[in-house]
C-alpha cells in the first residue's frame, strides 16, 4: 500500500488546526519508561470471571506517544487502571524506568503519582466543583515544590500554563469549573498538565465529549505539550484513524490481548492481525486527505 504523507494531513477547515504526520518522533533509542510483563487483571463478580488483561507485554519509551486502541469492553480502561496503580495486577509485573514498580505503602504510591498523570472523557468529572480554578492551578504549582514561591511569581507561571492552551488567566480568576465550557475545562486539564511536567501523561478518550474542532484543538495542545515536556503519552481510544494521526506507536487490544503492535506506519499500512484489518476497514478515509469531523466523536 502506497501512501503518501501529503496525502494524510488531517486538516478540519480553515480555522482549525491541523495535525499532521510530521509530528511523530523517532523514540526508539529513548530510555524505556512504563513496561511491562504478563501483566494480567482477572475479575470475579455475580459469578462470571473476566480476564479483562491477559497476559499483556508492552514497552513505552520517554516522550513516546503510543496509542492503546480496541472496541468497547476490549480491556483498555482497566489496563489504564493498572498502570495508574489505582488496580493491582492479578499477575505480572509493571516496571517503571527499568524498575519493578513499586507502590506497595502510601507513601510509595505518593511518590509514584509524581511522575504520572491522568486526563479523562469526562473533565468536569476532574475537578473539585468547589474549588476555584486559581486554587485548581495553585494547588499544581505547590505540589510540584512551588509552595513558597513569590506571589506574583505563581501568577506568572499560572498565566504561561493558561496563555499555553489559549487561556487567559485574568479572566479564569474568582471562576468555579462548572463556569467553562466543555473546551475550555479540557484546556484547563492540560494546563495543569503543563504545571505538573509529569513523566507520563495518561489520556483516556480526551476527546470523546467535545465538538470536532475544540477536538483538533486538543489534540494540537496535547502534541504540543508532548514537545514541550518530553513525556509519554498513552493515548487511549477505541478510533484508529485518530491513533495513526497522532502516534509514534500503536498497540492493538482485544479481548484483554495484544494482537499487534508497532509503529503507526507498520500497524496500520501493513496490518497483520485480522482485528487490526478489521478496524481499519470501519473507517473509510483513512488514506484520503482527512475531515476531523469524520472523527468518531461519541462515548463508548
Ligand atoms: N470492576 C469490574 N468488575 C467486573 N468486571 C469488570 C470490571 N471492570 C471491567 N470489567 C470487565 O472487564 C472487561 C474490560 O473492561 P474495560 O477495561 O472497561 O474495557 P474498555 O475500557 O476497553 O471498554 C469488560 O468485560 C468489563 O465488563
Ligand atoms: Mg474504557
Redesign the pocket.
Known sequence: MQVKNEDIIMQANKETPTVSLDRRHDVSKNPLCLSGKGVTRE?H?GGTH?I?VNNVDFEFREGELVSIV??????????SKMLLGLLQPTSGDIYFRGKKRDISSGRKKKEYWKNIQAIFQDPFSSFNVFNKIDTVLLDCINMTGGKNLPADKKVELMTEACSFVNLKFAELTNKYPFELSGGQMQRLMIARIFLLKPKILLADEPTSMIDACSRATILDMLLNLRDEIGMTVIFITHDIGLAYYISDTVYI?EH?KFVEHGSADEVILTPKAPYTKRLISDVPKIHEPWDLSTVSGSA?
Open positions: 475479575f463478580a473476566t479483562a480496541g472496541e468497547s469492553g476490549s480491556g483498555k480502561t482497566t489496563l487490544m484483554g463508548e
